[in-house]
């Protein structure tokens, strides 16, 4: 149990940490919440879990399919902010599109010979 809270603790940590650097910051914050931390992290307690090497292949080459379609989201809302949506409206719209980009993606996988 104290594994899992040290866990969800070091996420809210980055989140709020990029959160306080964008107040001062915006680029450097985005840099910040570009770096694979959670992939990293994530990869790091599937490891201490399972230490299985095919597992933690499977799962680091589905990370790298799933980040593709999450990439336009990060074009579309600032387009549509600079546009004059509102906020939320816009994250909806950015989220939507990635729930879309993801399906497609998992439809689309299994037809080049990935396994997601």
Known sequence: M????????LSGVIIALVSEIAKRSPGFAALV???PLVSVLGMIWLWRDTADP???????GSTF??????LPMFLL????????????????AGC?????????MIRAAPKFGLTL
């Open 33 to 35: 919440a570009s770096l």
């Open 2 to 9: 104290l594994y899992l809270v040290v866990k969800a603790l």
């Open 77 to 92: 809302i600032p387009l549509l902010l600079k546009r004059g949506v509102a906020f939320y409206p816009a994250l909806a």
């Open 54 to 60: 095919e597992r933690m292949a499977a799962h680091a």
């Open 65 to 70: 399919w799933y980040v593709l379609p999450s």
């Open 96 to 104: 939507a599109l990635t729930v879309v980009l993801y399906l497609a």
